[in-house]
């Protein structure tokens, strides 16, 4: 059975009614309300510039929007943020495309010795970057990549989180499928693009999701591999616009994080409906 | 089956490790064998072991683990039950499923070092949380400058907001296992409870090996919040591994100090992850 | 055909002349700290001075600069010019990857203070652009509360101590004197004056062992723990906001607290004094003093145009615009108080008075040890671990061992 054939199934069967959800509201919804409160916080300080950071004062004084004209009245606004979109949508691509190809190879344990490799992967994983920092700087500049928007994808194009996310995805994955498509005579590549990758949406929306979310919020390496402003990323534009030797403008970086959070939770949304598209119901007939 | 292809899949992980892995990992290991400074004018001198063996006597270091250790059995276990808790009760198709789906996982959103000024102004003595306390009659506990509770604070947020995001990779893996195992089941007259142990759990092992490793890494490397909420304090009880080595980089300027810390700390999370993999990684079957 | 000739002559001869053949930019790159709008108008003042050099101006952030500077000096990328805190040129000096300035500033010298920072024997190795120091604030208005004469702010311990203890006894929220809490890196700026104040010492003048364990410094930590009674203990930013919202009646702060001041509690009754000494015929109004010194690198490309912009930079009205824009820092340039700017704002002109009085950290490469570990211990007698003498007697071992190294 194809996938649209059990998406349709899927649809077919409407969410159940309000009174059947209730339960679930009762236990979940104060737990979301625990969630949420600090950026109920957040959003407070960021309509209060006056106070300094201060909740009780910003929920009680006049709330205004002086943080927010602030920010987007800021010449390099803009730029940080054209520059922190198409830095992260270049990494996304290439992480999906990356992890795609190497974590399914690794799931299928195609290559000798697979469990070493992922190992090996993952452990690339565990040594902190604070360390990694200085070496992969010296290894920018000898590439003559400082400064450059090279630095700020290649190094990253390749996630080890996310191949260790397909690979395990992919473990779990019914071989039947691809081996009844290879008894037809399909090709490797074939099987790949036709029967396999369609069945890795939710965990390439998942890849998809958390590799914008770091990237977008990536601050140390933007920091250290780019120099000039007009390369310059969201995070460290906002540090530096918002953040002085001994105090930080509590209402300005509010109002800036509030704004930073809008893409990422955008991609969250757009995604997120492949997380749980159902394409495996019914994926056994 | 034609191997060409397997390695021509693998090839991009190959190339990006050998331009951009493997000389940093190769360049800090040998670091952690000299005295290296950048500052110093004077090149790196071998010093052998010696780093390492400061390390293992160093008595900052084994507090510095200690609080990483603390740390990282303190939330593992609260958040990935907790992420899996969540994942479970928001896969079935529910009125409003999607609002919590977002809600939950919001707080990963956020930069963790504006997380951390936020959760830093609301841990305040004077700030909201001990107001909210105050007003229910409840103990109003110093937080962050207090030695106890500065570090189960740090840990309390860091449960907060890892849990929404391994919900999400949660909810990947449950998407996995096909339906007809659970409509079978059902015909056979197994509750809830019963699909949920005999099929759930064991076909979500990959998936849960996932978030227990991936969740280990993290949380032994854990820097920012420390940094901007404590830098370590009070009485270094919320100094964790990465924040000395931090300090030994950043302001000892001693790169090779630095490095042995980082590869001690390697050597750790790597034991721990095999350890888990064969603790949890077994192929995944639904039992019967 | 002559007139086509005549006109490609013509047209030649404009297009000739309106492309002077000019000299290629000669590019500085200079990494400091401050925004673009208060540094870069001097900046461009600098390119007119100079005309055929370009300045590309790097911000760095205040967090987390330094990392960059680390990975720079050890890749060779290093700028040309750089402002270094005071926090790491100990290790930076002793590196010895510091350009040698002393033939090129000697005459500065009588007109900058601060050389202690970038200063090594005989050798300067940079400049001090601008310096920060600690001084007491003192809420007015509470002062009026408590029936103290906010016209005469206190000038020794005990004037201190009284203070605080009338302003406490308010109640409601309101405490005296802001205690730091154990902080990294900002314990010892707030717990160290009173050790100088009383004439105490960290090490000796070699550098080469420690002095710190003396009945000055004992009584001198002491006094700072007595201080609780009458106060509140809480992080620095904690303390700036009690103070800013009116609840704190003595803070020992920086300058940067006139800025937000103003910002967020303009209505707020408020006056600057010394740090408070011992007694009247006793110690100084010591205090706690760092800054900002513009360096260059053997490794860099200009030195000398490096060294005409540091000059530049450190010329008394260029000091003054930055620091009369950030306010939370104040000119190295000796006799600031005199200039218009700070007869016109007398609360930060207590701040450039305080450098007479003020001391630098030693110079020692481990600085930064040295630093933590007298940190540790007062903080461990802030939490009641251990009594003033012991902490004070601990310090003193561990900083014997500490200068026993290199």
Sequence with gaps: MSGEAAAVELRATAPPAWGASLGRWLWLGPLLLTMLLPFVWMATISLAPRSGGSFARAAAGPWDLSSYRALFASAHLGRYLLNSAAVATAVVLLNVATAATVGYVLGRRRVPGEKLWTLGIVATLMLPKQVLMVPLYLVMARLHLLDTYAALVLPFAVDAFSIFLVRQYVLGLPIELEEAARVDGASDWAIFRAVVLPLMKPVLAVVAIQSFLTNWNSFLFPLIFVDSDRLRTLPVGLALLSQTEHSVDWSFLMAGSTVASLPVLAVFLLFQRHILSGLLAGAEK | ?288 | MKRPARWVAAALAAVLSCAPARKPAEEIVFWQFWPAEVVTPLLEEFEREHPGVKVRMEQLTWQSGQEKIVAAVAAGTVPDLCEIGSTWMPRLLAGGRLADWSAGVADLKPALRGWELCTVGDAIYGVPWVLGTRALFFNKTLFARARLDSTRPPETWVDLQRAAAAIQRLGHGVHGCGVQAGERYVLSKKFLPFAWGNGGEILSEDLKHAVFDSPANREALEFYLGLRRVGMIAQQDALDREFKEGRLGLAISGAWLFRQIAKEAPALRYGVALVPRPANERGAHASWAGGEVLVSFNDAKRKQLALELARFLVRPENALALAGAAKSVQPATVGADTSAYYRAHPLEAVFVRQFETARFTPNHPVWGDMEAAIEDEVEQALYDRKSAARAVEDAQARLEELAGKK
């Excluded at chain 2, 493997?22 to 001198?45: K, Q």
């Excluded at chain 2, 207090?146 to 919900?167: E, F, K, R």
């Excluded at chain 2, 591994?241 to 030994?248: A, D, K, P, S, T």
């Design chain 2, 1 to 288: 089956m034609p191997r060409a292809t397997s390695w021509a899949f693998l090839s991009p992980w190959v190339l990006a490790f050998g331009l951009f892995g493997l000389y940093p990992f190769a360049f800090s290991l040998f670091a952690s064998f000299t005295d290296y400074s950048p500052v110093r004018a004077e090149g790196a001198r071998f010093v052998g072991l010696a780093n390492y063996a400061r390390a293992l006597h160093d008595p900052a270091f084994w507090s510095a683990l200690g609080n990483t250790a603390f740390f990282v059995v303190g939330t593992i276990p609260l958040t990935t039950a907790l992420a899996l808790a969540l994942a479970l009760a928001v896969q079935p198709a529910f009125r409003g499923r999607s609002l919590f789906r977002t809600g939950f996982f919001l707080p990963s959103v956020v930069s963790v070092v504006v997380l951390s000024l936020v959760f830093k102004g609301l841990y305040a003595p004077n700030g909201s949380l001990n107001g909210l306390l105050a007003a229910l009659h409840l103990p109003t506990p110093a937080w962050l400058l207090d030695p106890d509770t500065a570090l189960p604070a740090i840990m309390a947020m860091d449960v907060w907001s890892a849990s929404g995001y391994y919900m999400v990779i949660f909810l990947a893996g449950l998407e996995a296992i096909p339906r007809d195992l659970y409509d079978a089941a059902r015909l056979e007259g197994a509750t809830a409870r019963d699909q949920l142990v005999h099929i759930t759990l064991p076909l979500l092992r990959p998936t849960l090996l996932f978030v227990l490793v991936v969740n280990t890494i993290r949380s032994l490397q854990i820097f920012a919040e420390v940094f901007v909420m404590t830098r370590g304090g009070p009485l270094h009880r919320t100094t964790t591994v990465v924040y000395y080595l931090y300090e030994q980089a950043f302001y000892r300027f001693d790169l090779g100090y630095a490095s042995a810390l980082a590869y001690l700390l390697f050597v750790l999370t790597l034991a721990l992850a095999w350890l888990q993999m064969r603790a949890v990684g077994r192929p995944a079957e639904a039992s019967a």
